[in-house]
Structures are given as structure tokens and as C-alpha cells.
């Protein structure tokens, strides 16, 4: 990549900045004002702040002069065609599936299968319109948009995504699909897709949140999601990024977590140029549990920034990092994962896990596991590691009969899988075994081995 661009050197921002000067009056008009105010904090900060450069400690390995050098477009509206959608349906689920082209609810393309009464899964920008009072105690109230640059610049143009609300006491059989859908332009677009999930106590629910593009071009994903899980309520939360070559994706899962609670945050990056994953629980209930489960798999020079941070802050609560890496080519990958044990949270159970296999010798991955304790009595550990296939398991596996690409095939899909295996919901754990299979190489080999 090319020499770190400044702060104050950003064709990305100058854009944003005029986007919004723009767009804030059609904002104003649509019975949103009340979310004015927050907006306007939110642009001031980002201002403020710039996009942050491999100076800051959380963002050492990732260089965005790609990113800030590109000036980025509103996001046009789109027409598309129900048909091309079809690759990216989950098979054998019979789940709603809410679907946005270009940043924007496509009532035409979703599917509103029926759901338990009381549970809502529509759009947020009718919801914003026309019920403020199911938004205000929660929609941007627990992201942190003071301090993080692209969750201020989704804040900034927060005006549609997903909101699910599930009341107290209800289960949820099927997951709800969200299909982000991005259709790329002569010029880089950039689309803020906001997802809210709020849940009450005792309730169940899972939200696969889906990321795709349809044709190549430059574009931004910058999406932010909110979790509020109520005490003793139990979330599941998928998001599958799998978009072009040319895309900038980065998005964030802010999960606040209620006594008794549970939330699992399953993760699989598969496509984008520059990738960033934030995923940051707050455990702020007693006897709150949390794992955070993911694989990405780059290849070419795509680079994949993994960010976790993990606040306990309240006792007797338990949280697992399980992230997996596959890096071909020349691609880099990084993860960082941070558990953070505030003074109060006794009885902390933490344990975070890193694995990596390089399939070649120009890939690079940089990991950096991390604990900071200020309590006293506590269970953390963490640990990372580095390696290659392993040749003598290829030699086993060849002589049992299988060929070269086959061994090597087979041992990186048992690697992934133990990933996969962690997914609760069948049919997004097939439709994941198959986009998996299908990125190793020569996984087609297996096929006669199934």
C-alpha cells in the first residue's frame, strides 16, 4: 500500500463533508428532526477527530491511504431484479429476509414470512418516522461515535438498516435475514447501513446480517449494529461479508448486555479489498455470557482487520474469542483482540484464542492478543499462533489415497469447520460450509468425498 495519508490529507472526508451539508435538509423534512441533533454531533466529531491512520494503536496494521484517497459518493438509488438475489438466499430457511439495495428497504425483494406476535423486523427509517418512541432510549446510545471515526461517519448519515425488536418472553424459531446489497457505479459509493436489535427479557432471537455486491466497482460498506439484550434473553448475531474486490467494508457490532444474558457473535469475511471488523460486548449484567466466533480467508492482496474488545464489567461473567485465519497470495490479515476486566467484574471467566495458517510466503498476518485485569480474582487467558499446513498429515492423507489437492483441500475445510461447527442454525451453517468449500482451493475435490 501506499505512503500513510494525514488526517487533514482526506479526499474521503472533504466528500463526506459536502455529502452532508446537502443531504441534512432532506433529513429534516421526513419527520426525523428529532435525530438531528445527534447527527449534527456526530459529523462535528468526525470532523474533529479525521479517519485514523496506522499512528493510532488500534489501527497499526491497516493503512487506509487506499480509503482517504478515494472520494467517496451518495449511494443512488437502484433497481434490481429479484433474480439476482438468488445465489445469495439462505437454502432451506423459511426465515424473513429483509432486504436493502444501495443503503435503502426494498419492501418488493424481501420476504415478510410471519412471526410471533409482538416481534418487529422492518425498516429503521419507517420506524425513525414513525415511532420515535421504540428508537430514542437506544438507537445511537450505546455505539461510540466520540471516539471512533467510522461509527461517527455511519451516525452522521444514519437514515436507514434494520430494526428488530423482540418483547420479553418470546422465542424467535427462525433467524431473520438482513441482505445489505450494495450495486457499484461508474464512481466510488458509500452507503451507511444502521442495524438495531433490541430484546427483552427472556427472549431468543438470531439476525444474520449479509453483505454483497452485484457487479464490480469501488464502494464503502460503513455499517454499525447495535445489540441491546435484555436479561436473560439469548441473541445470535451472523454477519457474512463476501462483496467485490474494490470494496472498503468496515463495520461494527456494539453489543450491551443484560444480567443472565447471552449473545454470540459468529463472523465470516470472505470478499472486500480492506476489511475492518470491530466487535465490542459490553457485559454489564452479572452472570452474563459472551463467545465471539470467527474465520476470514483472504487471498490476492485483500486485507482483513479483525478488532475485538471485550468489556467485563460486571462479576461472575464469561466470555470466548475464537478467531481463525486462512491467508493466501499476498493477502494480509491482523487481529486484535482486547479483554478488558474493569474492577468490579469478580469471578471473570475470559478466554481468547487466535489461529492462523499462511498458505504461501508473501501472506502476512499480525495478531496481537490482549488482557488488561483490574480486578483481582479472575480466570483470563489468551494465546495466538502461526503455521502451515502440516506435511505430515498430508503424507497420512495421501497415503490413504487421496491426492495432494484433495489432503491439502480436506485438512484447511476441517480447519475452517471447526468454526462452522460453533453455528447453531443449520441452514446458514450449510449455506457457509458451501461458500467455504468453495473458496479453498481445489475444494471441488471433495465433492466426491462427502
Known amino acids: 500500500m501506499t505512503e500513510t495519508a494525514t488526517r487533514n ?34 459529523i462535528a466529531r468526525l470532523k474533529a477527530i479525521g479517519f485514523p491512520t496506522v499512528h493510532d494503536e488500534d489501527w497499526r496494521f491497516t493503512n487506509l491511504s487506499p480509503f482517504v484517497t478515494t472520494a467517496f459518493q451518495p449511494a443512488a438509488a437502484a433497481s434490481v431484479d429479484a433474480a439476482s438475489l438468488t445465489p445469495w438466499a439462505l437454502d432451506g ?76 418472553g418470546t422465542v424467535v424459531e427462525t433467524p431473520i435475514h438482513v441482505l445489505y446489497v450494495t450495486v457499484p457505479e461508474s464512481a466510488a459509493i458509500a452507503t451507511h447501513p444502521r442495524t438495531l436489535v433490541v430484546t427483552g427479557e427472556d427472549s431468543q ?103 475485538m474488545k471485550v468489556e467485563h464489567a460486571s462479576p461472575r461473567c464469561e466470555s470466548r474469542q475464537v478467531y481463525k485465519g486462512i491467508l493466501d497470495g499476498q493477502s494480509h490479515g491482523v487481529f486484535h483482540g482486547r479483554i478488558i476486566v474493569h474492577k468490579d467484574a469478580q469471578k471473570t471467566d475470559a478466554k481468547q484464542t487466535n489461529m492462523n495458517l499462511l498458505l504461501s510466503e508473501d501472506a502476512q498476518i499480525d495478531t496481537k492478543p490482549q488482557l488488561e485485569i483490574y480486578a483481582d480474582d479472575v480466570k483470563c487467558t489468551h494465546g495466538a499462533t502461526v503455521g502451515q499446513i502440516d506435511e505430515e498429515a498430508i503424507f497420512y492423507l495421501r497415503s490413504r489415497g487421496l491426492s495432494d489437492a484433495s489432503a491439502r483441500a480436506l485438512l484447511l475445510c476441517a480447519f475452517a469447520g471447526d468454526m462452522l461447527q460453533r453455528m447453531k442454525i443449520e441452514p446458514v451453517r450449510r449455506h457457509l460450509e458451501r461458500l467455504v468449500t468453495q473458496w479453498v482451493p481445489q475444494g471441488n475435490l471433495l465433492e466426491g468425498l462427502r
Open 205 to 307: 432471537v438470531s439476525v444474520v446480517e449479509d453483505f454483497v455486491s452485484l457487479g464490480d466497482g469501488a464502494h464503502l460498506s460503513n455499517a454499525v449494529t447495535e445489540l441491546v439484550v435484555g436479561a436473560g434473553s439469548v441473541v445470535g448475531h451472523y454477519l457474512i461479508q463476501r462483496e467485490n474486490r474494490q470494496a472498503f467494508h468496515v463495520s461494527t457490532l456494539r453489543g450491551q448486555q443484560a444480567r443472565g444474558s447471552s449473545l454470540t457473535s459468529h463472523t465470516v469475511l470472505l470478499g472486500g479489498a480492506l476489511t475492518r471488523r470491530n466487535i465490542h460486548p459490553v457485559l454489564a449484567g452479572e452472570g452474563g455470557e459472551c463467545l465471539i466466533n470467527g474465520l476470514f480467508m483472504g487471498n490476492d492482496r485483500q486485507h482483513m482487520d479483525n478488532y
Open 93 to 168: 430457511c423459511n426465515c424473513t429476509r429483509l432486504v436493502f439495495v444501495n443503503g435503502r428497504f426494498a419492501l418488493g425483494l424481501s420476504t415478510l414470512s410471519a412471526l410471533p406476535a409482538g416481534v418487529r423486523a422492518g425498516s429503521l427509517a419507517q420506524t425513525l418516522t414513525g415511532d420515535r418512541a421504540a428508537l430514542e432510549s437506544h438507537l445511537a446510545r450505546h455505539e461510540d461515535f466520540q471516539n471512533e471515526a467510522f461509527s461517527a461517519l455511519n451516525t452522521a448519515f444514519l437514515t436507514d438498516g434494520a430494526f428488530v425488536s423482540v418483547p420479553r
Open 9 to 42: 490529507d482526506s479526499k474521503a472526508l472533504d466528500g463526506f463533508l459536502q455529502s452532508f451539508t446537502s443531504l441534512e435538509p432532506t433529513w429534516s423534512k421526513n419527520g426525523q428532526a428529532w435525530l438531528q441533533p445527534i447527527r449534527r454531533a456526530a
